[in-house]
């Protein structure tokens, strides 16, 4: 279980299902020698988050063995917003992923109809087939 959670978390950083959010600056502030000013409006986009090289190495790489021992800063990993608007089911979220997975791994197999098929980034990485795959249940052995 504590590698599947490693994977739910990985997958939680590549593909994200809301891959913006929006915030308004409460104070002047500099950002990398730029100012917002106070009551501007910032667009916040958590692929840019998630993909930060500095926080991530690798990080177009699926690699679930990077959450090993690692917790990420506050504002860094994101999946499900921060602040006043993080989403109050995120415990049940994971858990129900964790219990899908379990059932899906064990019970069925999956075959991509194209393996090979190319990722597109845009707004999230995905493989441009969608992942078109036959799904076939795996006979209990009893």
């Not at 020698?33 to 926080?55: A, C, F, N, T």
């Not at 990077?66 to 109050?88: D, K, V």
Request: aromatic share 14%; with cysteine; proline share 8%.
């Amino acid at each position: 279980m504590k590698y599947l959670s490693q994977v739910i978390d990985e997958t939680l950083r590549l593909v994200n299902i809301s891959f913006v959010s929006f915030r308004e600056a409460t104070e002047d502030v500099f950002v990398n020698g730029y100012l917002i000013p106070k009551g501007w409006k910032v667009q916040l986009w958590y692929r840019s988050v998630h993909m930060d090289p500095e926080v991530y190495p690798d990080s177009k790489k699926f690699n679930p063995s990077r959450w090993e021992g690692f917790s990420p800063r506050a504002g860094t990993f994101l999946p499900f917003g921060l602040g006043t608007r993080f989403c109050p089911g995120n415990d049940l979220a994971k858990l129900e992923i964790s219990v899908f997975l379990h059932h899906f791994l064990l019970g069925y197999k999956l075959t991509r109809t194209d393996p090979n098929s190319r990722i597109q980034y845009l707004p999230h990485p995905r493989p441009v087939d969608n992942c078109l795959a036959n799904v076939t249940r795996v006979c209990d052995e009893q």
